[in-house]
């Protein structure tokens, strides 16, 4: 009987940080020149009058403070509120690849692998660079990487249902060790100019080394994965190939990403909390025997919710459901990834959970323990 390890992991995010109020004062004054140019059509009610936001709605409604961009001018950039970007081209590395590669590497080095080791490539996001090559086949050209390689999308459940498809790979046969990536370079698809959507969302990558029967003093066994999806459009981007074509055009704004945050907040919160008790009660494992739960960062209040619906305790040690989104904000399918990289240091024979949950609805939760 093989084991299958988590054997390193490796994360990247930019130079580039945004407070709170850095963000709020842009987005002000963006309302402010708004509400000016349109104050007869607000007069006469024919457009709304944009509100102002605040650093301490932010935190009360999110947990937070600050997010790494890869472009903070154009962000904080009144006539802009977006990052500059180029394009997708052949005559360069995909945006996506060359986050991907930094954050490869380093999962590597943790493995104590290189790339003559890695079978395969798995790249799992929720926002994909391009609809074709797949950017898993392009990194695996600039690594020297034998195998396959392909690219998938479960919304911000990317990352850990992109653990599971390595796990199977393994398991069957088909590869020793898979390199799983995960670029979230979600910045540029978020509206700015919306009061409650404009602070959610870092950019960053995280990389994971699954591997049969590893020998790394990183390595983490997986012991079980539970996986769920049921259809909701509470969370939702329509941006497409078909947009060109289509007969009942959509604005830019209609066309990107797009939450139902309460629905949201009201139908995952219990389905994952459910997910995951049933998950460890067959796994014979008590919740109040669990050293850390590496949750989906989206949002603090859900975070804390889930975690104490799981121990059955409202007041339950913060250190065991580790929070980067306070410095990183919502890193999509990449946040219970980097909460795991950053907050690992268990001892052998603890256990841990790693669960991501987003559009669809999907959830993956998969159980580990320190070797």
Known sequence: MHNIH?????VWYPDNMVTNDEL?????????HFNDKNKNEIDNGTIELMPHSSSEFIEKASGIETRYVID???????????????????????????????????????AG????????????????????????IEIQSELGINGYAYDMLVGCSSTTFAINNAYSDIASGLANAVLVINPEIS??????????????????CAATVVQKDSNSKHAFKIIDRKLHTQFSNNIRSDFSYLNR???????????????????VFKDVCPLVASLISNQLEKNNINPNDVS?????????????????KILNDDEFDPSLVPMPIKQFGNLASVGSLFAFNLNNDLESGN??????FGAGYSVCSIIVEKI
């Open 187 to 204: 910045t540029p698809f978020v509206n700015f100019t919306h009061r409650d959507k404009h602070f959610i969302f870092g950019d960053a």
């Open 72 to 110: 903070k001018e154009g962000i904080l950039d009144t006539s802009r509120m977006m990052p500059k970007v180029s394009n997708e081209d052949e005559s360069k590395l995909s945006i996506h690849a060359e986050v991907g590669i930094i954050a490869a590497n380093r999962a590597m080095e943790q």
């Open 24 to 32: 709020v004062h842009s987005y002000n004054s963006y309302v402010d």
């Open 351 to 356: 256990k841990g959970v790693i669960c991501s």
């Open 245 to 263: 074509a289509a007969i009942d055009q959509k604005t830019m704004d209609e066309l990107l990403f797009d939450q139902n945050g309460r629905s």
């Open 113 to 136: 692998l290189t790339a003559s080791d890695i079978d395969a490539v798995i790249v799992g996001t929720s926002h994909a660079a391009r609809n074709y090559p797949a950017v898993a």
């Open 292 to 308: 850390r739960f590496w949750l989906h960062q989206a949002n603090g209040k859900m975070i804390r919710l889930i975690a104490s």
């Open 6 to 10: 988590i054997a390193g992991t490796g």
